[in-house]
């Protein structure tokens, strides 16, 4: 017996203006008004020397001459060409950050239909009520369709990286593409919905190479053998598919390899890459994605879990079935890689908020308002604290609260900015008022479970981003570092030999335009070095970068960073 009973009463849809409001209040704070922080500032240097560049850096990405071929180039071409369309009006940082706006409204979509598609199924339908009353197809499929969408936009790991011009970041919103365009293809196996998996396809290998979209490919397969699809038919569009996505890998590959950009093509050294990424599971890569996980698919994998335990004696359930052998495919790809990276556990969280979405219709009333109820107190909690924080660093009382909220930043003198403060106000007396209404109202709606967990995460990325972005900009921008470096550096300066991190580099050259070496290297007249303070290898780092005998022309750090030194030397002739 089906595990869902649900009179209509419950599928109310979320009316389209909140969706939409809560998607723009999610995306906006974070990419308006932040410095490219370390985490991101190497993929946005990619994109800035891309856009400024010639073809030679659009074929082989590089920041400001370092070689960089670890990843794929769509995601780097997609900010490269923003900066190019609105750099000019937006500025390049922000002109970057456009390509994130795209690339949210394509996994969210992506999601929302995914849902709708396999919640108006007649195997996920409610059972029919004694006296009728129960849900029409299309109203309990777009029910599930806002439910997955909010627990998406509850979860902690996308909170994180949508906000980061990263190829993680497009690769996740294309596994949510690729989801929609295989739940198409289930329900209707023909050329056309075998060629846009294809195109899905392509577009992850050129974003992180081939290992997941292989993986998947195999998945999709298994996947027409449980539902009994015909093996000639699903052999002849999976061919299809992996040509169209192999069409579309060549549109890189092969201008590579006749150009030969910077003297080489970064091909090789791609898929080197990418066969370092697949060795057997060991204990590192186990323990990492399980100690990741647990806060990372946070609210959507106990949901999840639920789920796949409510319908656990139904059979042919695609909306569980089809996930989950994606889910367990892309799982053994990420345990097999060696040296497991955060951001790359993304690709799995569209498929957890999907099925999450369908485990909620089966949950008990008492454990959806317990829910509710640790998200207000907690969230509510949360958010009355940054607001203290904010108000001490203003006034300096209370003393200890301001002192901590200002240790982390020394030097900085913190200012009131009118227009954050009237953002911020605003989303916390629209939170005041949801919660009001979640109270007085008790509405029975589906998505009733995860509303406030998901509006309480955004209140509190909102205050942080708006009432605390200076104090972050400070702490983690180098751009008053590459200021104070420009200033040092003769106007002739040939070149810049270096062995800062991509990350540095890419906001040296971007906030103080630093001349730094090619790819191919160069003679260059000066070095930056960057060591810690306590270091007491000198001699060694001044043998490596051939610095004996030169000029000290400047030296200096981050006041945040009490260790991290850079040094600028002019070679001796």
């Given amino acids: 017996m089906k595990p869902v009973r649900l009179p209509a009463a419950a599928t109310l849809a979320l009316p389209r203006w909140a969706l939409y409001a ?39 990405p590089n920041i400001a001459g370092l070689a960089v071929t670890d990843e794929g180039p769509l995601a780097f071409w997609l900010g490269a060409l923003c900066i190019k369309l609105f750099g000019w009006l937006l500025g390049d940082v922000l002109a970057a950050r456009v390509s994130n706006i795209g690339i949210f409204v394509l996994g969210t979509m992506s999601l929302w239909y995914t849902a709708f598609h396999l919640g108006r199924r007649p195997e996920a339908q409610p059972l029919r009520l004694a006296f009728g009353g129960q849900p029409e197809p299309d109203d309990y499929g777009r029910t599930l369709a806002d439910t997955a969408v909010l627990v998406y936009l509850g979860s902690l790991g996308l909170l994180l990286y949508s906000h980061e011009t990263l190829a993680v970041t497009l690769q996740g919103s294309l596994l949510a593409y690729f989801l929609y365009r295989a739940v198409r293809y289930i329900e209707s196996a023909s050329l056309r919905n075998a060629a846009l998996v294809g195109l899905s396809l392509g577009a992850l290998t050129l974003t992180r190479g081939p290992l997941s979209p292989l993986a998947l490919v195999a998945a999709l397969f298994l996947g027409t053998r449980f539902f009994r699809m015909p093996a000639a038919n699903s052999l002849r569009h999976l061919a299809l598919a992996l040509g169209v996505a192999a069409l579309l890998t060549l549109v890189w590959i092969v201008p590579a390899a006749i150009v030969q950009p910077h003297g080489e093509s970064p091909v090789p050294a791609w898929l080197a890459w990418n066969a370092e990424q697949l060795s057997l599971p060991n204990w590192n890569s186990i323990n990492a994605f399980f100690r990741v996980g647990v806060w990372f698919f946070w609210p959507a994998w106990p949901f999840a879990g639920w789920a796949i335990w409510a319908w656990r004696r139904e059979r042919n359930m695609l909306h569980i079935v089809l996930p989950l052998t994606f889910l367990g495919a892309l799982t053994l790809v990420t345990l097999c890689d060696p040296s497991p990276e955060n951001g790359d556990l993304l690709k799995l969280l569209p498929l957890l908020a999907l099925m999450a979405a369908f485990g909620l219709p089966t949950m008990k009333r008492g454990a959806i308002n317990a829910i509710d109820w640790f998200s207000v107190m907690a969230l509510t909690t949360l958010a009355a604290l940054i607001w203290l924080f904010w108000i001490a660093k203003l006034t300096g009382w209370p003393a200890k609260l301001a002192h901590n909220a200002l240790k982390l930043v020394p030097g900085f003198k913190p200012e009131f900015g009118i227009v954050a403060f009237v953002v911020a106000a605003a989303v916390s007396i629209g939170w005041f008022w949801l919660v009001r209404w979640r109270v007085s109202r008790q509405p029975a709606v589906l998505w009733r479970a995860v509303v406030l967990s998901s509006s309480g995460l955004i209140l509190l990325w909102v205050l942080l981003m708006t009432l605390f972005l200076p104090d972050l900009n400070y702490s983690k921008s180098y751009a008053g570092v590459a200021q104070a470096i420009a200033a040092k550096l003769p106007p002739n300066a040939n070149c810049i030999d270096t062995n800062v991190s991509a990350a540095q580099r890419a906001s040296f050259a971007y906030f103080g335009r630093l001349p730094f070496a090619g790819v191919q290297g160069g003679d260059c007249d000066y070095v930056l070095l960057q060591d810690r303070v306590r270091t007491r290898g000198d001699r060694d780092l001044a043998r490596r970068w051939d610095t004996r005998g030169a000029t000290l022309l400047w030296e200096g750090r981050r006041a945040s960073d009490r260790d991290e030194r850079f040094r600028l030397y002019r070679r001796a002739p």
């Fill in 22 to 60: 809560l998607g723009m209040l999610y995306i906006l704070p974070g990419l308006i008004g932040r410095d490219p922080w370390k985490d991101d500032a190497g993929s946005f240097g990619i994109m800035w020397t891309m856009a400024r560049g010639g073809l030679h850096d659009w074929l082989y």
